[in-house]
């Protein structure tokens, strides 16, 4: 049932007193839905936030994304509170490199740098020798000799990217984004034709036919950078839809178009179910209950801080 705008306001009020009362920050992902965005403490994407999480004085730590991400900082924070609105917010692309069989993969690829994107699950972070974002990931993979060989995982939208961008041979695992593989190439350049001057940015999750499309490609921040420094005013975003709240709010004077669905649906454009899974409400309930909370085993955090924290010292 959809709350009206004063219990939503009314909701914001009692988590900014919880906030303080229990020493607690918010997290959200540039994904997450306009009012938690409006009551977190930082707003950013999988890079900033790990960092955020790494630097973070407060007792509790609310996630407001999906699940590997309250797992990455609960690793980063270990002796902290780390809480995730609904726990069922998980990851497509995560659940796209099961342990298991990512295991046997590795064993029958040997001698190779592992390299994973964040999202992806703890417990694969362990199999690890370094974790990327799609920020960082170009200087990951010019960080490693020329010399050693490369598995690339999960993403093979996103390893296929870095191949092209790096000039690296890489092993990629075969994985993907659901919310990235959504957008339609013919809907897209259709679109296109509607606003011949719109400039078509992407994520590098997408697909390679919308990725040749675009003339910028980047991470969720680098968009929203790029929007700052691009003195173009009309743009076609293919990524989450989540993050047009921000564009719009940052750049009210730019137009943003959401990149086209294949599938029709309430926004014709490609949203995350799982992100979506969070609310004001379940924000509000975890912080005044302080469930559901992120928990993992000791050895499992000091296994997969490893690869985090080498990815860290590379990016800062």
């Not at 691009?230 to 940052?250: C, H, P, R």
């Not at 009210?252 to 086209?260: E, F, G, N, V």
């Not at 050895?299 to 590379?314: D, G, Q, V």
């Amino acid at each position: 049932m959809k709350i009206l705008p004063s219990q939503t306001e009314e909701l914001k009020d009692k988590v900014q007193k919880l906030k303080k009362e229990k020493n607690a920050v918010v997290l959200a992902h540039y994904y997450q839905e306009p009012a938690i965005k409006q009551v977190a403490d930082f707003v950013g994407d999988s890079l900033e936030l790990s960092k955020k999480a790494a630097q973070t004085s407060a007792g509790i730590i609310v996630f407001a994304g999906v699940h590997f991400m309250a797992e990455t900082a609960k690793i980063l924070n270990p002796e902290r509170k780390v809480l995730l609105p609904d726990l069922n917010a998980g990851c497509s692309l995560a659940d796209s490199c099961e342990p298991k069989s990512f295991k046997s993969f590795l064993e029958d690829h040997p001698d190779h740098v592992v390299v994973t994107y964040i999202n992806c699950s703890a417990e694969i972070k362990t199999m690890s020798d370094i974790v990327c974002t799609s920020s960082n990931a170009v200087r990951i993979i010019n960080s490693i000799p020329n010399n050693k060989k490369i598995i690339f995982a999960p993403d093979k939208n996103l390893g296929d990217y870095l191949i092209k961008k790096t000039g690296r041979g890489m092993l990629l695992w075969d994985g993907s984004c659901m919310v990235h593989e959504a957008f339609s190439i013919d809907k897209l350049l259709e679109l296109h034709k509607k606003y011949p001057s719109a400039r078509i940015i992407a994520h590098p999750e997408s697909e390679r036919h919308i990725l040749r499309a675009a003339s910028f490609i980047g991470s969720t921040s680098g968009l929203i950078q790029h929007l700052a420094e691009s003195e173009w005013d009309t743009f076609i975003v293919a990524t989450e839809a989540g993050i047009l709240y921000d564009m719009q709010k940052y750049f009210p004077d730019k137009t943003i178009i959401p990149a086209p669905a294949k599938e029709n649906n309430s926004c014709a454009c490609s949203e995350c179910a799982h992100m979506k899974l969070n609310s004001l409400e379940k924000l509000y309930a975890c912080l005044k209950d302080e469930t559901p909370e992120i928990i993992l085993e000791e050895e499992l955090i000091k296994k997969a801080a490893l690869p985090i924290n080498k990815m860290l010292e590379l990016s800062n």
